[in-house]
């Protein structure tokens, strides 16, 4: 399998090969981000907001919420480029899995790996299925599961 960390920035449908890995920056999950998204979405639920309950828990502090890591993840993607420019469109999450819970303080990055692609003329471009792997920074792995992205193809 290809792997090329020094990508161009908005890659088109035709370049993304079966194979190709992509790795993301890194990033640290702060508490301001666990209180805005707490604020956001309006899920203040204990285990996120609450330090005495979390110590009675299995994890034993307080996690950070899923689903604000995996929007953190999709930002480290748009901040590695390969999408910047020719992303017609964000078209589904499948198969994902939260494996292990992320803490406040955790640095996070993502590898990307394209599974598939699936021209679509009528659109201007394709699909391209990412098998993406959210790592701590242990490498161990805290979320997986695939994106399916909607590329432009090549003027």
């Known amino acids: 399998m290809e792997e090329n960390p020094t990508l161009r920035r908005g890659l088109y449908l035709e370049e993304f090969q079966i194979g190709l890995k992509m790795k993301t920056p890194a990033r640290t999950i702060t508490e301001t981000d666990v209180v805005n998204f707490a604020g956001i979405s309006g899920d203040f639920t204990s285990i996120h907001t609450d330090t005495e309950y979390t110590k009675g828990t299995p994890f034993g502090q307080r996690v950070a919420h899923g689903v604000l890591v995996l929007s953190v993840i999709t930002g480290l993607a748009a901040r590695s480029g390969f999408m910047e420019g020719t992303v017609l469109a964000f078209r589904e999450i499948s198969q994902w899995k939260f494996s292990a819970p992320v803490f406040i ?5 993502g590898e990307f790996e394209v ?25 161990q792995i805290v979320m997986k599961g695939q994106f399916n992205v909607l590329m432009q193809s090549k003027p």
């Open 105 to 109: 303080g955790d640095t996070i990055h």
């Open 115 to 139: 599974e598939e692609t699936k021209p679509l003329p009528r659109l201007g471009g394709g699909a391209v299925i990412l098998n993406v792997r959210v790592f701590n920074q242990d490498d």
